[in-house]
């Protein structure tokens, strides 16, 4: 699953061009770049509904966006 996780990461990192025309005709050429968060939950049996699986996902993804940027790996979100 990480393989996958870095994979899609690494994808959206990627730069793009984005080209904008002006009322002059000139244009201007942007490369522009982003970065990403992936939240991942593992669930069993289908015991949780959608709503609850997503919203673990959300907080997992801001649990890594804080470990990313705060450099706190042991960080733990209450699940409820």
């Given amino acids: ?12 990192a990627e730069p793009y061009v984005l080209k904008l025309e002006h009322e002059a005709k000139t244009e201007t050429t942007i490369e522009h770049r982003r ?12 015991e949780a509904s ?16 804080c470990w990313a ?4 790996p042991n960080l733990r979100l209450p699940i409820s």
Avoid: P
């Avoid at 699953?1 to 959206?12: N, S, V």
């Avoid at 970065?35 to 289908?46: K, M």
């Fill in 1 to 12: 699953m990480i393989r996958a996780i870095e994979k899609i990461r690494a994808t959206l």
């Fill in 35 to 46: 970065t990403s968060s992936i939240g991942v939950v593992l669930f069993i049996n289908h």
């Fill in 50 to 65: 959608t709503e609850e699986i997503i919203k673990w996902a959300d907080m997992a993804m801001y649990q890594g966006i």
């Fill in 69 to 72: 940027r705060c450099a706190l």
